[in-house]
T-cell receptor
Framework: QKEVEQNSGPLSVPEGAIASLNCTYS??????FFWYRQYSGKSPELIMS????GDKEDGRFTAQLNKASQYVSLLIRDSQPSDSATYLC?????????????FGRGTSLIVHP | DAGITQSPRHKVTETGTPVTLRCHQT?????MYWYRQDPGHGLRLIHY???????DKGEVSDGYSVSRSKTEDFLLTLESATSSQTSVYFC?????????????FGPGTRLTVL
């Protein structure tokens, strides 16, 4: 079964620190990777997508992809209390003729003042 | 925000009753998905649709059926609700279903089966 694994946390970091969130996936052929943020009681919202090996930066967020190691990460610089949320890693996996998004269980991030 | 609505937003029902949840989109996206989210399990795919009348099963499809008679509407039906189907249900849409396609989520429906 194709899987996406994340540490459930919680990951607790002080305000202003770098938060590092990690994700591994089982399907070596996967090409597209996404990070969603989900606040408590709300729906997931896309914050980053990455398709090529290396780093992709967007403001305080950096996504990192290493396909050889089947590993994708999200770095949040200068963490703020408003970043406290659950972060979901998603991978589009080819199955049955379609790309099916598969989600990890999410990592809970707590940024304390 | 993507134009996705779900109805109802909250529902309490009793074991054995049928329940239908509705997802409506105004984006004319081809793909639509139903997920359930439970503590410790993350988002799990129930069913998805790749066009009108074209649907397929996801990871946790037992006890659920879906229908899509129009591009904008995707219905999820619990034929006979059980307590194990108490969950938060999210609808999502995507445009092409290609590998780089991203999903946009509706606000969710909280279902409680007593």
């Amino acid at each position: 079964q194709k899987e996406v694994e994340q540490n459930s946390g919680p990951l607790s970091v002080p305000e202003g620190a770098i938060a590092s969130l990690n994700c591994t996936y089982s399907d070596r052929g996967s090409q597209s990777f996404f990070w969603y943020r989900q606040y408590s009681g709300k729906s997931p919202e896309l914050i980053m997508s990455i398709y090529s090996n290396g780093d992709k930066e967007d403001g305080r967020f950096t996504a990192q992809l290493n396909k050889a190691s089947q590993y994708v990460s999200l770095l949040i610089r200068d963490s703020q209390p408003s970043d406290s949320a659950t972060y979901l890693c998603a991978v589009n996996m080819w199955e049955g003729g379609s790309y099916i998004p598969t989600f990890g269980r999410g990592t809970s991030l707590i940024v304390h003042p | 925000d993507a134009g996705i609505t779900q109805s109802p937003r909250h529902k309490v029902t009793e074991t054995g009753t049928p329940v239908t949840l509705r997802c409506h989109q105004t984006e004319n996206h081809r793909y639509m998905y139903w997920y359930r989210q439970d503590p410790g399990h993350g988002l799990r795919l129930i069913h998805y649709s790749y066009g009108v009348k074209d649907t397929d099963k996801g990871e946790v499809s037992d006890g659920y059926s879906v229908s899509r008679s129009k591009t904008e509407d995707f219905l999820l039906t619990l034929e006979s609700a059980t307590s194990s189907q108490t969950s938060v249900y999210f609808c999502a849409i995507s445009n092409t279903g290609e590998g780089t396609d991203t999903q946009y989520f509706g606000p969710g429906t909280r279902l409680t089966v007593l």
